[in-house]
């Protein structure tokens, strides 16, 4: 059920109906728009009858929502989200995803050391990610591979924010990891192997940091969208998607990057979706062709690994970008997003290193 209010409802209005809907057990999820603010309601185990909610003062009206999500549906709210990520400590920039801007994420598959933090950091900064990625807890898929720095990585992670003023993405692997990551993250990562970890996907709705939920590898668009609503359900309604790529018989690459469902999504949800081309692909040189193609196509942004020394990396090296890769990459992709009224960092710091002309040739 969603209960629609007139333009003019005032907030206690608004009051009003989550305090009929919570005297009935269940859970109100006020969402306003642009036009008139939504509620959602969960936890009731069958349909509810209109009549109860079309008499209150300020409700328009009260609409079976047809989707088996709701909260994470177009029919709850129209408008596109923007998903606010602030720096979890100090005064930083933060980002907002879902606007005009792309939200361009780079860094390492996972954190081996300061010194290749740093020197990733300050390479995807000056190329225009507004922020770093990098693992401190690895979900491998032999017990015996890299399993992450752990929270010493975290540290390192965190002086990254303060050095480079960079915003953290990093993963969360399950619901006890969760207390210590939200310390250090600005952005609480969902791998593909947790998409259905039910217990986190609810640890991570109760948190006020923003989610990257990544799709499963296996996973339909139904249950990708049915994972971010478990999110919503909790009160965290700051999820961004992410397409990572899916198994097929496709043997040519690591998995099979489904573009497709960029406007798939788009068409059923308002949260915004970013692509990751490096595990969409696995392999280095489809990363940046991919990039482009993610971007034409209406995502909201990229999450890229970018590495100094790929070829020294203990995980996904091979599907690394070097440094000057990921320059040209955001060079490409910054052209394709002028073409769709869209931005990247990178357009604004070139702006600010190229003089105007009268300056560059003095006559
Ligand atoms: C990652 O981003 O490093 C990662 C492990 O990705 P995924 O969960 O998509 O495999
Ligand atoms: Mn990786």
Redesign the pocket.
Known sequence: MLIVMKPQATEEHVRGVCRKIESMGFRPHPMPGAQRTAIGITGNPGPLEPAEFESLPGVADAIPVSKPYKLVSREIKNEDSLIHVKPSEGTGPGFTFGGRELGIIAGP??IESREQAFAAAQRVKKAGARLF?G?AF??RTSPYSFQGMGEEGLKILAEVRREFGLLIVT?TIDPENCDLVERYADVL??????MQNFSLLKRVGRSSRPVLL??G?SATLDEFLMAAEYVLAEGNYNVIL?E??VRTFADHSRNTLDLSVIPAVKRLSHLPIIV?P??GTGKRDRVTPLSRAAVAVGADGL?V?VHPQPDAAV??GYQSLYPDQFDLLMEEVTAIAGVLGRTTAHASHKAQETPPASYAHPQ
């Open positions: 598959c996972a990625r693992g690895k979900p993963e990562q969902i791998g593909a192997r947790n990544k799709r590898m992410c990572r790529g990751d490096s595990h999450i690994e995980s996904d």
